[in-house]
């Protein structure tokens, strides 16, 4: 597959030593959170929440004024009050992820383990930003979970925060893949490419061309069944240039390759 959604093939050109890739890395189990009622009341209360918490049973519970649910990782948080600084100018990204972060923390929507964040968006004229927060480690988490997205406004003011975050991320060493397996599931085509769709040529049909992968890294994405066990598993991703026929010029892509067994239950 391929983030343009059209076909692509790629003759792969490998400028890099095979030593280079890694031959073992973390897989982390996630340890699903399991509320009680006193714990999601005592939630409600710093929120300033005053409807009464609802107990659904299997684990989830809601505010009767629908601005909080809570069932195991997810927690949904609507502020019912009315915005009053909407029309404030914006605070630096760093400033807005520093709230969102101290928000959720001071709230223990997340553990300690928050780390970096990003600003999804700023809407200068609303006065309202989207910060992301992803846990400290691992780092590169392509999947939507573990995640954190807050919007609020240039006071701090959370408007609406929607938290997918685990009690705690179990770490394992595992051996990888060989480089070479990985390297020949890439020249096969069955690695994922990331490439930009508008640098593309506009003409209907395949695509072909020749990619020079210069370098190595991981990348994180989620295996596994919600209803039994999840992990955060690696990926190896090759990174370099393409050169597509029809294109104006070289094109940066990645390729990313699934680097251990059995990645919906990880074997060491």
Known sequence: GNSARRPITLDYRLDLSLQLVPTEAPVYALQHRAWTLEEVEAVAAALGIESEVVDQGGGSFR???????ISGDLV????SAPDASGEAELPGDDALIQMARNWLIEHRLVGADAGP???????EDAGRA????KPVEPES?????PEAAVTLTADGTVLQADVQWPAALNRSDYGLRSAEDLWNDIRAGRGYLEIDPAALPASDG??????????????????GSPATQQFLVPL??????????GADGPIPIKVYVPAVGAQVAPRG
């Open 63 to 69: 505010t009767a004024d629908g601005s909080l649910y």
């Open 76 to 79: 949904r948080y609507i502020n």
């Open 130 to 133: 989207i910060v992301a927060i």
């Open 236 to 245: 190896v991703v090759f990174a370099g240039q393409a050169e597509i026929e």
């Open 141 to 145: 988490i392509l999947s939507a979970a």
């Open 206 to 223: 395949a695509l072909t061309g020749s990619a020079n992968l210069t370098s190595v890294s991981l990348a994180y994405s989620l295996a």
């Open 117 to 123: 964040g990003s600003v999804r968006l700023r809407d």
